[in-house]
């Protein structure tokens, strides 16, 4: 009995396919996309507001150009996903050092290297490693408290 007794057929294709190779958009930032949270939005809205758009655009979607329509369609989409859903706030994040000195650089410079060590040792939960690196987190910890608390003084 042959144990592989599934019925599917292997299809194999070949594509010629001209890719052109833009060099000057290697360096950029890839775009971030906004993801959209279905529960919260207004389906009826976008379906609406798909279709008046795709009524505005028909010429252009129902066009012998298969790219251009596709990318005419996706342009809808992405406008209608746009308009419902309001605009994400950009939050300023505060710094997270007020103060900024020689015995708090050197100290996160010691923290972050015993990290190191201990995240190349494999992680150990007990031993030189973690009590190294326990204290001097703790070293940190007093020195920024230590430093904040000479500032709220002067203020």
Known sequence: MPSNTSDHHPITISL????ENNKSNIHQKPKTTIRVK???L???KYRDNTRVKMTENNKLL???NTEKSVKVFTNILNESIAELI???KIRKNKPKL???NEEIKRALKDTRMAHKERREAGKPNEGELIKTKKSCKSKLRKSVKGWNRQ?????
Do not use: S
Not at 16 to 19: A, E, P, S
Not at 151 to 155: G, I, Y
């Open 86 to 88: 309001p605009a994400r």
């Open 42 to 44: 207004d389906t009826n």
């Open 62 to 64: 129902m066009g012998g």
């Open 98 to 100: 007020k103060v900024w």
């Open 38 to 40: 279905w529960d919260k």
């Open 151 to 155: 500032l709220n003084q002067l203020k």
């Open 16 to 19: 010629k396919v001209f890719m």
